[in-house]
């Protein structure tokens, strides 16, 4: 099966620094990878996404990798802000969506 | 522009009893999905529906659980009976997916459901 895994379940760090989530896939490459924020109470956001032949996107304060020889994608949010305390998801597919656990980050003021 | 409704946010039932839960997407949105969240992990696909035909199920638990797309706008997904694990969060997403094009979904606030 095509498994989904994000290491951390909870992530703290101190505002302004850049929070750096991990995700990692098993088996073939999926063609895309999205993340999505998830605030309590809400449905997931959806934020980027990132295709097999592409290494970097970004979007404002946000950068997302794809390393397809280390089977992982990293998302970065500089300059934190508390705010951007959430629950961020990383999944693969398009269509049919595989989501991880996700990774709850804490931003301290 | 109005987002993915649900209805309705909370339900509690005991076991063996139905429930019955309610999405309205986008207007406009060809394709609607069900996930079920249970507390703690990430939302797992149940149904997909393009317009009002169904493209991918294969995670539905069938002897349970039944879902319809009315004229290719509303949803329903009922539970019937009900479990102590089908305790979880429902959520309904759309996405646009026009001529055959691929787009992001939105979600729904979901139904957060309780099986005592």
């Known amino acids: 099966s095509q498994k989904i895994e994000q290491n951390s379940e909870a992530l703290n760090i101190q505002e302004g620094k850049t929070a750096t989530l991990t995700c990692n896939y098993t088996n073939y490459s999926p063609a895309y990878l999205q993340w999505y924020r998830q605030d309590p109470g809400r449905g997931p956001v959806f934020l980027l996404l990132i295709r097999e032949n592409e290494k970097e996107k970004r979007k404002e304060r946000l950068k997302v990798t794809f390393d397809t020889t280390l089977k992982q994608s990293l998302f970065h949010i500089t300059a934190s802000q508390p705010a951007d305390s959430a629950t961020y998801l990383c999944?693969?597919?398009?269509?049919?969506?595989?989501f991880g656990t996700g990774t709850k980050l804490q931003v301290i003021p | 522009e109005a987002g993915v409704a649900q209805s309705p946010r909370y339900k509690i039932i005991e076991k063996r009893q139905s429930v019955a839960f309610w999405c309205n997407p986008i207007s406009g949105h060809a394709t609607l999905y069900w996930y079920q969240q249970i507390l703690g992990q990430g939302p797992k696909l149940l149904i997909q529906f393009q317009n009002n035909g169904v493209v991918d199920d294969s995670q539905l638990p069938k002897d349970r659980f039944s879902a319809e797309r009315l004229k290719g706008v509303d949803s329903t997904l009922k539970i019937q009976p009900a479990k102590l694990e089908d305790s979880a969060v429902y959520l309904c997403a759309s996405s646009l997916d026009l001529m055959g094009s691929r787009d992001e979904q939105y979600f729904g606030p979901g139904t957060r459901l309780t099986v005592t």
């Open positions: 999944a693969r597919g398009y269509q049919k969506v595989t």
